[in-house]
C-alpha cells in the first residue's frame, strides 16, 4: 500500500521560497506518474504539477515559470520548489502517485486513481 509523506510546508511573504518534498514507500516509484495537487479554502482540489515516468513535466497555468516539479526515483522522492510565491498559492499541498497504467496526462485520474498524502499547509502572506 502506497504511503506518501509531505514536509516543508509554512509562511512565506509575497515573492518568497518554499520546497515541500514527499517521501514514498510502498510503491514501485520508477513506474508511477507523480504530481502535487493543492487546495485553497473554500475551493476544490486542483492539480498544481505533474511528473510523468520519463521525467516530462506539466504545469497548471497559474504556476508556469514559477514552481518547479521534480523527482528522485533513488530516494523515491518528489520535490515542488515554489518560487515568486503568491497569496492566491496559499493552500494544502497533496503529493499524489498514480500507477502509470492509468492515464497520467489527466489531473482526474489522480483523483480517481491515486494515492496520497496528507497534505501539508502553505500560506503567502501579503
Known amino acids: 500500500q502506497a504511503q506518501l509523506v509531505e514536509s516543508g510546508g509554512g509562511s512565506v511573504q509575497t515573492g518568497g521560497s518554499l520546497r515541500l518534498s514527499c517521501a514514498a514507500a510502498?510503491?514501485?516509484?520508477?513506474?508511477?506518474?507523480l504530481g502535487w495537487f493543492r487546495q485553497a479554502p473554500g475551493k476544490e482540489r486542483e492539480g498544481v504539477a505533474r511528473?510523468?515516468?520519463?521525467?516530462?513535466?506539466h504545469y497548471a497555468d497559474s504556476v508556469k515559470g514559477r514552481f518547479t516539479i521534480s523527482r528522485d526515483n533513488k530516494k523515491n522522492t518528489i520535490t515542488l520548489q515554489m518560487n515568486n510565491s503568491k497569496p492566491e498559492d496559499t493552500g494544502i499541498y497533496y503529493c499524489?502517485?498514480?500507477?502509470?497504467?492509468?492515464?497520467?496526462?489527466?489531473?482526474?485520474?489522480?483523483?480517481?486513481?491515486?494515492?496520497w498524502g496528507q497534505g501539508t499547509q502553505v500560506t503567502v502572506s501579503s
Open positions: 511528473i510523468d515516468t520519463d521525467a516530462s513535466t
Open positions: 499524489t502517485a498514480l500507477y502509470s497504467v492509468f492515464a497520467c496526462g489527466r489531473w482526474s485520474s489522480f483523483e480517481d486513481q491515486g494515492s
Open positions: 510502498g510503491i514501485d516509484f520508477p513506474i508511477y506518474c
